[in-house]
Nanobody
Framework: QVHLVDSGGGLVQAGGSLRVSCAAS????????MAWFRQAPGKEREFVAA????????DYADSVKGRFTISRDNAKNTVYLQMNSLKPEDTAVYYC?????????????????WGQGTQVTVSS
């Protein structure tokens, strides 16, 4: 079974930093774009950041621009999300996702492979 494994979540104070990782296994991901989404209790899953296979394209939600950075290491089949200047409203379960290409990169329904999620909690 192919899968993505999210890790690196935890508890951090407002203004702090955290890096979450997503490792892919069971298959190759040539040509796949990858992304991070997040979901807080009682809210819909929302787009955070996306990156194309080559890394030449990155996109961010307005709420995280200038604070978060997405990157990938294709040799390790891993995508990262560096989160700086964290705010309490960033508190959510963070999910990584993958799909072929880079179309509809900010839409939940466009992704066919998801990680299990990792909890990020930002205290005030």
């Amino acid at each position: 079974q192919v899968h993505l494994v999210d890790s690196g979540g935890g508890l951090v104070q407002a203004g702090g930093s955290l890096r979450v990782s997503c490792a892919a296994s069971g298959r190759t991901f040539s040509g796949y774009g990858m992304a991070w989404f997040r979901q807080a209790p009682g809210k819909e899953r929302e787009f955070v950041a996306a990156i194309s296979w080559s890394g030449g394209n990155t996109d961010y939600a307005d709420s995280v621009k200038g604070r978060f950075t997405i990157s990938r290491d294709n040799a390790k089949n891993t995508v990262y999300l560096q989160m700086n200047s964290l705010k309490p409203e960033d508190t959510a379960v963070y999910y990584c996702a993958a799909h072929l290409g880079y179309s509809d990169y900010d839409r939940v329904w466009a992704y066919n492979l998801w990680g299990q999620g990792t909890q990020v909690t930002v205290s005030s």
